[in-house]
Each structure stands twice: as structure tokens, then as C-alpha cells.
């Protein structure tokens, strides 16, 4: 029987929040996380001591170097690749730019339509941002705009709200503009004042508190389903405040394009007498990490095309769906969780989590490591300002993302 190892300091990289002080057992090929641990990390890092899928071709089994042999000619042959998924780490993201480059193709995360949410409200006025140590140590005043965001960042408030911050006082205070605070959230925030304020309407409520925050009071006597007078006086505490904060998940908000700059101009007014910053959520699967790595490569953000030596961008046309109705290739890496690839009538090569579930087999399977439990990698923190070091927590029996796409340019 294995010995029962136990790593302390774990950095985990799957949701942005860039936690890392997971502990981790490792026993054989065995990992289990232990406390205190997210449930979406305790799942993703999670592994029994199994023998991993092999590759395969058309659904036929076969060896690693005749599998990327496969692919290699299928890219060959491509009229319009596309890169997605890119649920990498910062070596997997640079060798899928090289497969761009050599191949041709357009660049796309998974999870990038909050990310452009956002920047097209950057684009029309620009933003003032925090990091999340700033909120952590600073910010007596949070404003959370949509449904409670500990359904996806599990520990967000922990890391926000720690019981003793460098400069914040012990009077702060949490307002939930949307959904509830669920129980989780609640004793996270055990410390904290907590409000509420449903609304029907979050860029309505926000355009009449920025009004109020101004010194106008905007005509009319409910905005969003929250009474005027409540909306004067929550400016009124934004304005009192040392330090606000404006947070929001664009991913989960249909109009988040629109709160992104209704919040935007909140903190603005906000800055001509106090201090405030905007705090967007985000950051899964290293996206905001392989968004830098194209803008230092290409010069361009994600949803970019390259085509021989130049590179071009733009939102929408080269979103993945978008660049899928006329691609015939899709080249699907998805390394951090079993994302399976959308629904797509060409051919299909998928570098995947080893549990990826495939509606459509795909013409060539590589299954690859995870980074930070199979090998080591990088990724970056949700607030861009931190790169992780990822560890291999077991010896790996499937190739790194890197690996696997060097494979196939060699052919």
C-alpha cells in the first residue's frame, strides 16, 4: 500500500480566485484535497488511481505519436481552424499561438463572453480596477451586483473579508444589489454588515444610484424595484465610504456589458471625492493569463485570427461560435476540467481532461494532464496582477498540453 503523502500550500487554478493554501493527499496516483477547499476544487482535483485513457482516432485506440501524426494532417489539410477552449496553463497557451501561427486559425477561450462583456465597457470609458489584495485589506464598502457569486468562487468572501485586514476598519459592509447571499456567503461574512436590495432591473438601479451618487436625483420614484429614497441613501453610504468597491460576474449577466458601465461610472463619481475601484469577476481556466500571453504575442486579445503572418481581431465575428460557422476544423483543449467542445459539423481534434464526456466522438482524441496535479504549470489570478506556480502533485502518465501540440507540429 502507498504511502499517504500530504503537500500543505497547494495553488489551485481552476476558478481565477488563485487560492493557495489548499492541502492536498497524495497516496500513489491518488489526490485528495482536504480543507479549506472549494467544492469545484475538491472535484477537479480529485483523482483515483486508475489507468488513464489512451488516445484514440476515429474511435480506434491507438499510440500517442501515430494520434498526433493524425492530427497534424488534418491541420495540414484545414481551410479555417479554430483554436478553442484553451484551458491552459501558460506553457499549453504559448504552444497553441505556435499552432496558430503554423496552421492558421482563430484563438478563443471557452469562458470569454464576460471577459468581452467587459471590455466593451473599458472600450466606450475606460475603468478604474482594484486587485483583490486591495479589497482584501482596504475596502469597508462592497457592492455586489447579480446573484451571489460564492456559487462559482466558492471561497470569494473568505479571501475578501478576513477577519483582521491590513487597513480596513471592522465597521464593513457588504450590499447585494440582486440575488440573495446565500447561507454560504452569510458566514463568510460573519463579520461583516450584510444588506440586500433585490432588483428587477441592475443597470436601471445602478444608472439611478450613480444619479444619486452625483448630487441629481433622477425623476421617477422606483428604479430597478428599489425605492428612490432607499437608492439615495445607499449613495449616500458609497460616498461616506473610505474605500468602495463595485463587483459583478459579466459571464452571468445578459446586459453585463451594461452594468459593467453603469458600475464604471459609479466609481468615477465616486473618485472625485473618496476612493473606489470596480472589481470584475473572472478568471477561469487561466483565461485571463492566455488573454495576456496573445497580447504579448499577437498584439491582440483572444477572439483574433491568424492567417499566414498576420493576425487580426474582432469580437464577434471571431467568437467561437461565430468562427465556427465557417470553420472545418475545430481544435479543442480543454486540460483544467472535462469541458467537452459545442456542438460542430467538421472535424474534431481534442486535446481533453481525461473525463471529458464527447457528444460527437471526436476524429482525434489526445487526453492530457491537468496542470497543477499532473505537472507543473502557471496561471494567472483573476485580477491579472499575480501569476500562480502550479505543481504536478502525482507522476503523470498523460503529456502536458505543451507536449501534446509539439507532437502534432511535428507530425
Not at 445578459?254 to 471625492?273: C, H, I, K, M, S
Not at 461560435?321 to 472535424?347: H, T
Not at 471529458?356 to 489526445?366: G, Q, R, S, Y
Not at 496582477?385 to 502550479?390: G, H, T
Amino acid at each position: 500500500m502507498a504511502e499517504v503523502q500530504t503537500i500543505h500550500d497547494v495553488a489551485c487554478g481552476f476558478c481565477g480566485l488563485g487560492c493557495d493554501d489548499l492541502t492536498v493527499e497524495v497516496e500513489g496516483r491518488q489526490v485528495r484535497a482536504k480543507a479549506p477547499v472549494c467544492p469545484e476544487a475538491a472535484r477537479l482535483l480529485r483523482r483515483l488511481d486508475t489507468a488513464d485513457p489512451m488516445p484514440r482516432v476515429a474511435g480506434e485506440v491507438i499510440d500517442q505519436a501515430d494520434a498526433a501524426k493524425a492530427a497534424h494532417q488534418i491541420l495540414a489539410a484545414a481551410r479555417a481552424p479554430v483554436i478553442g477552449g484553451l484551458g491552459v496553463d501558460m506553457a499549453g497557451a504559448g504552444a497553441a499561438v505556435d499552432l496558430a501561427i503554423r496552421f492558421g486559425g482563430v484563438l478563443d477561450h471557452y469562458a470569454s463572453d464576460g471577459l468581452f462583456r467587459n471590455y466593451a465597457a473599458a472600450q466606450r470609458t475606460g475603468w478604474l480596477s482594484t486587485t483583490l489584495a486591495e479589497v482584501r485589506n482596504r475596502c469597508d464598502v462592497l457592492l455586489v451586483v447579480g446573484d451571489d457569486p460564492a456559487a462559482t468562487w466558492g471561497r470569494l468572501f473568505e479571501r475578501l473579508f478576513p477577519e483582521k485586514p491590513l487597513f480596513a476598519g471592522s465597521n464593513r459592509r457588504v450590499i447585494f444589489l440582486g440575488g440573495a447571499p446565500g447561507e454560504k456567503t452569510r458566514a463568510q461574512l460573519a463579520g461583516a454588515s450584510v444588506v440586500h436590495h433585490a432588483t428587477t432591473d441592475a443597470v436601471a438601479a445602478l444608472e439611478a444610484l450613480g444619479s444619486f451618487t452625483a448630487g441629481r436625483r433622477p425623476p421617477g420614484s422606483c428604479f430597478g424595484g428599489i425605492e428612490a429614497d432607499t437608492l439615495a441613501g445607499l449613495a449616500e453610504e458609497l460616498r461616506n465610504a473610505h474605500y468602495a468597491v463595485v463587483t459583478w460576474n459579466a459571464a452571468d449577466l445578459d446586459d453585463g456589458d451594461l452594468v459593467a458601465e453603469r458600475a464604471t461610472a459609479l466609481v468615477d463619481t465616486l473618485n472625485v471625492t473618496t476612493r473606489a475601484g470596480v472589481f470584475p469577476l473572472g478568471g477561469r481556466d487561466n483565461i485571463i493569463g492566455v488573454n495576456q500571453l496573445l497580447l504579448w504575442r499577437l498584439g491582440y486579445p483572444l477572439r483574433t485570427a491568424v492567417q499566414g503572418q498576420a493576425s487580426s481581431h474582432d469580437g464577434t465575428l471571431f467568437a467561437t461560435q461565430a468562427a465556427l460557422a465557417d470553420a472545418d476544423v475545430l481544435v479543442w483543449i480543454s486540460a483544467f476540467r472535462p469541458e467537452p467542445p459545442p456542438a460542430f459539423g467538421g472535424k474534431i481534434i481534442a486535446l481533453a481532461h481525461p473525463e471529458t464526456v464527447f457528444d460527437k466522438e471526436p476524429d482525434v482524441l489526445i487526453p492530457v494532464g491537468t496542470p497543477g496535479v499532473d505537472h507543473a504549470g502557471t496561471a494567472f489570478r483573476m485580477d491579472s496582477i499575480v501569476s500562480l506556480p502550479l505543481g504536478a502533485l502525482r507522476v503523470a502518465t498523460l503529456p502536458s498540453v505543451a507536449e501534446a501540440v509539439r507532437c502534432i507540429a511535428e507530425g
